[in-house]
């Protein structure tokens, strides 16, 4: 089946792109746990299930978990230092966003 | 050029892939994109060495039916390899991570180029800074 | 099997231990242990170094029941055994130098986490002298750059974050070409260990199909070697890396980690590589052209430089310039000239970083060399050890120095004519610029202040610090005096290297 | 020596003296922060002295200068980038075909992972055969990768409650942010979820020698429900029995004990010793010799180092 295979290395390299020009660094995270799954889907055509297994709990799991826990601790230390220059939370938050953008 | 580039689709998909990675990783001047590029450029790799394990029309290595003849399972030892490299990579980037987190604190910015601009200028100031008081200490 | 020859093995798994253990102990305890262990990696060492010399022959030990293509092995010859003792004595001598500021700069807590970094950063350098698996030496190079952008990170105060964070994205970078051109090594040797892919290569060079993919994959290693020990155009992390942690791990750093990669490459060269490929005299022009470059620009950036660990890093640029300029000859000679120079710049390097930070105490913290005016009167012996290291670097018949510069340059009348020229002239233009920023500093140190400004302010006197430099000089005085039975251990090594 | 004498500004051994002594450098281009025209007194472009235009002034090179510099630096990379891939699509082409039996890498050494792994390791997984018992130096460097990889994190992000009160304090007001305040939706599912996976987790771990997985993904998948666990239902709950002692301790005894069994393995390898370690009956959980053993030990260093990522992470601390 070449076809499956080459329609899943495309999307591969797809994400891959769209990793580095996604504006949000919250979408480019979850485009690279979808990176990682379809990693696996492909690990698992390959006759290698133990990769598939391992990238799956740790590509699509446990990194994706660790940058989202980084973006939030990235965010809530910047809430404090917004509330130590004295920002009202509105400000706060737009700069915030602006922050996570590229 | 060899005759392979017609056939070798994952490898060179691959290629690509660790050259986006590769790039990502020394361009993007935002942290966390160099880290998921530093990402996408091992899991290339070891999609590259994954595929050079593989045989056609051969099972996964794990032992079915008693059968222990070598010609019905693929190569073992890239998929070794690989899940040795898996861990390697992702210990990296929980290090990074951590990185990102303590530069940004310091920093308060995810984008490396305006730290570095904001280190230069402070090591300008610096510069200047004892450069005037070893002027003061030699006029007295 | 004698009992000695398992003797590399204890080395290497001794240290991991003492680092899994060290995470359950206190500062002071893990600083015990990590002391204790090196001493006892470096007898061990010596003990593996005195059985292979009088044996005269190299050998292989399997690392579990499976012999060379199947299990992972490690192989020791003299070579190895002398550049072992080389980094325990380096690295015991560094941290008994830095130990103070460890103390001071580390917050008490983490303290045993810097002597587990400590300890893996010492197992993971002999695994990549002993090694005799690609896929290992990968896996200990990363431990390797873990550990080292550990230390560099350790003291958590002002830039070391920004200077920690280059390090890694430049050594990943490293990392990745090494592991891609190690993929495709294996793609067509089949082999990952040493000895069965250079068999494996020399059956498939002459096919013309394969140099290509062979010159590629050469070209890959090199690089991502070149770049993790800071080969000139690949070297931007190194002043950061060097300049701002806490003493010593910029002389463990520049002294060791860099030189472990190097010895991994040298290792690449002579196994791995059969004897004169295309492939491999297209490397080697290629490393002394970057070598050469390296040797002039590391100085005169250095010379551009006002803060004295900046200009002492930049100077490691050009020193790992000389010994790629070594290996770059392509001869024997000039490996075995690399080789010592990789010993000795371990030595005159420790010896400076240690020495400045006893000289930017005494001066209140600073590093430019105006704060530094007088300081060693300020502290005698540190300016001592600068003063030494200083006349090292610059080629000062006695001292180490001397002996490598001779050894470049004879090694180079074995090379090619224009090889030989260009090297001549790369070395005198290098001595010459060595001797401007290195003399200039000395002469600061000893300008003449008041009397008051010679006694030191607020320093509180060490007497590891002063014994480490005064070992370390004595180390660059006995290299260069006593260098012939050293430089007979290196060549007999190398002949038996392969 | 008169020339020596200070009386004489401007003369060559005065330039020199104080480029040697780093008050004068000729090759740092500090004409672009001088005034235009005027030959400046010695100490006036000191930073009080610098009014503000001419900082600006400075700035606005200094920006003019990165920008040149990563212009040519994207261009340079960009080259690199075409270059890279030029060269490694060619070699590619050059390796054998995709699939293909008779290429290099499918040669004695896996023949023999194959067809004697079972017999000599008594694993029915290959792979996890071949990585903990052919190759099992290379596994073991691995487990350190990650040991010194949690070690560096910790000196990063540990805040330490005695040495610095006040991060401490911020921290755990900073960790509100995160504490579900009796969300039911997301404790009903971790409720129902957090067991499952766990169990999943350890099934994984102790099949490791039998079906996909072992270790490392099995240790993963562990780490990843405790941190369910405990975004569900806060430190509270997890604090109770993922304590710091107890994640180190785990740690030292699982290292601890793999250092220790291969170090054994090794040194009888080597020494072509008899080793009491034997294959077992293949295709039981307590069979393969040491594999199960090293298995369950990645699998809990695996699952604390996951664990405790998240909580420094977090908050800097369990």
Request: charged share 15%.
């Amino acid at each position: 089946m070449p076809a499956l295979r080459i329609i899943l290395l495309f999307f591969l390299i797809v994400c891959a792109v769209a990793v580095s020009f996604s504006r949000r660094l919250l979408v480019s995270v979850s485009i690279y746990m979808a990176f990682s799954l379809v990693m696996a889907i492909v690990w698992l055509i390959l006759e290698s299930p133990d990769l598939a297994i391992t990238e799956a709990a740790v590509g699509a799991g446990v990194t994706g978990i660790l940058f989202f826990v980084m973006l939030k601790k990235i965010r809530s230390i910047h809430t404090n230092i917004m509330a130590e220059n004295g920002a009202d939370p509105q400000e706060q938050n737009a700069a915030v966003d602006r922050d996570m953008e590229d | 050029m060899g005759s392979s580039i017609f056939t070798n689709y994952e490898e060179i998909a691959a290629v690509l892939l660790f050259v986006i990675g590769l790039m990502n990783l020394l361009m993007q001047p935002n942290l966390v994109k160099k880290i998921i590029g530093l990402d996408i450029m091992d899991c290339a790799i070891y999609l590259f060495l994954a595929a050079k394990g593989y045989i056609q029309g051969r099972m996964a290595p794990i032992y079915v039916d008693g059968i222990l003849s070598a010609d019905h399972y693929i190569n073992p030892v890239p998929a070794g390899l690989v899940l040795t490299g898996i861990v390697v990579s992702v210990s990296v980037s929980a290090l990074m991570m951590a990185l990102t987190i303590c530069l940004y604190r310091e920093y308060h910015t995810l984008n490396l180029d305006e730290i570095m601009m904001l280190l230069h200028k402070q090591e300008r100031e610096e510069e200047l800074r004892l450069l005037s008081e070893g002027a003061g200490e030699g006029d007295t | 099997m004698t009992f000695v020859q398992n003797f590399p093995f204890f080395s290497i798994i001794l240290s991991m231990f003492c680092a899994i253990v060290s995470s359950v102990l206190s500062g002071k305890a893990a600083k015990w242990l990590h002391l204790a262990m090196v001493t006892t990696v470096l007898f061990l060492s010596l003990g593996v170094l005195q059985y292979t010399l009088v044996t005269g022959e190299s050998y292989t030990y399997m690392m579990g029941h499976y012999p060379a293509p199947w299990g992972n092995e490690i192989r020791i010859g003299p070579l190895e055994a002398i550049m072992a003792a080389a980094f325990a004595l380096l690295m015991l001598l560094s941290v008994l130098g830095g130990l103070d500021h460890i103390e001071r700069e580390v917050l008490g807590s983490k303290q045993n986490l810097f002597y587990i970094l400590m300890d893996l950063l010492m197992s993971s350098l002999l695994a990549l002298i002993y090694t005799n698996d690609l896929f290992t030496a990968y896996v200990f190079i990363e431990i390797c750059t873990i550990a080292a952008c550990g230390l560099i990170m350790a003291k958590k105060v002002g830039r070391v974050y920004v200077s920690a964070v280059r390090y890694m994205i430049m050594s990943l970078v490293g990392s990745g070409l090494f592991l891609i051109g190690l993929s495709l090594l294996y793609s067509i040797t089949g082999h990952l260990l040493m000895s069965p892919a250079k068999e494996a290569l020399e059956n498939i060079l002459p096919q013309s199909r394969y140099t290509v993919p062979m010159t590629v994959i050469l070209l890959l290693l090199t690089i991502g070697l070149g770049i993790k020990s800071g080969l000139y155009p690949f070297h931007t992390w190194i002043p950061d890396a060097y300049g701002y942690t806490t003493p010593a791990a910029s002389a463990v750093l520049s002294s060791l980690v860099s030189k472990g990669y190097i010895f991994l490459l040298i290792k690449l060269m002579v196994r791995v590589l059969p004897y004169g490929s295309l492939a491999g005299q297209h490397m080697t022009n290629v490393l002394f052209v970057f070598g050469i470059i390296g040797m002039i620009m590391g100085s005169v950036d250095a010379i551009r430089e006002n803060n004295i660990r900046r200009m002492t890093s930049f100077s490691s640029v050009a020193q790992i310039g000389y010994i790629y300029m070594g290996l770059g000859l392509g001869t024997t000679a000039g490996m075995a000239a690399a080789l010592f120079h990789v010993i000795s710049h371990g030595a005159m390097k420790a010896l400076l970083f240690v020495s400045i930070s006893g000289l930017c105490e005494t001066s209140g913290g600073r590093m430019d060399r105006l704060g530094l005016k007088g300081a060693g009167f300020r502290h005698k012996i540190a300016g001592l050890g600068f003063t030494v290291g200083s006349l090292s670097m610059i080629g000062m018949p006695l001292l180490t120095g001397f002996v490598s510069k001779y050894m470049f340059a004879s090694a180079a009348t074995t090379a090619e004519p224009v090889k030989m020229i260009a090297a001549w002239i790369a070395l005198a233009i290098s001595t010459t610029l060595n001797a401007v920023y290195f003399m200039r500093t000395v002469l600061v140190l000893y300008t003449w202040v008041p009397q008051e400004q010679r006694e030191a302010k607020d320093y509180r006197p060490s007497g590891t610090e002063d014994a480490a430099t005064l070992g370390l000089a004595l180390m660059n005085l006995g290299l260069g005096i006593a260098s012939p039975p050293v430089i007979a251990v290196l060549s007999k090594g190398l002949e038996i290297f392969g | 020596m008169s020339r020596r004498n200070p009386k004489y500004p401007g003369s060559f051994w005065e330039h020199f003296t104080q480029w040697r002594r780093g008050e004068y450098d000729p090759s740092q281009g500090k004409m672009e922060i001088k005034a235009p025209g005027k030959k400046p007194e010695r100490g006036s472009w000191l930073p009080s002295a610098l009014s503000q235009e001419m900082r600006d002034d400075y700035e606005l090179g200094m920006k003019r200068r990165i920008g040149a510099f990563q212009r040519v630096y994207r261009v340079m990379a960009l080259l690199l980038a075409l270059t890279l891939t030029v060269l490694l699509l060619v070699t590619v082409s050059f390796l054998p075909a995709f699939g293909d039996v008779n290429a290099p890498e499918n040669n004695e050494v896996a023949r023999r992972y194959i067809e004697k792994g079972l017999e000599e390791t008594g694993a029915v997984n290959i792979v996890a055969g071949m990585i903990l018992d052919y190759r099992a130096f290379d596994t073991f460097g691995e487990s350190c990768v990650l040991f010194i990889a949690s070690c560096c994190v910790l000196i990063l992000l540990k805040v330490d409650r005695d040495e610095d009160p006040h991060s401490q304090a911020l921290e755990d007001m900073n960790d509100r942010h995160y504490e579900p305040n009796r969300d039911t939706v997301l404790q009903m599912a971790a409720r129902l979820l957090v067991p499952v996976i766990i169990i999943f987790g350890i099934y994984v771990v102790l099949n490791g020698h039998l079906s996909p997985g072992g270790g490392f993904s099995g240790g993963a998948i562990i780490g990843s429900g405790l941190i369910l666990y405990l975004t569900a239902f806060g430190f509270e709950r997890t604090g109770r029995f993922m304590t710091e002692k107890l994640i180190k301790s785990l740690t030292l005894c699982a290292l601890g004990f793999y250092c220790i069994a291969k170090s054994y393995s090794f040194y009888t390898g080597a020494n072509h010793l008899d080793s009491f370690i034997t294959p077992g009956v293949p295709g039981e959980i307590l069979s393969a010799g040491l594999i199960v053993y090293l298995n369950i030990c990645v699998g809990i260093v695996v699952a604390c180092t996951m664990y405790s990522f998240y909580t420094l992470f977090r908050k800097g601390g369990y």
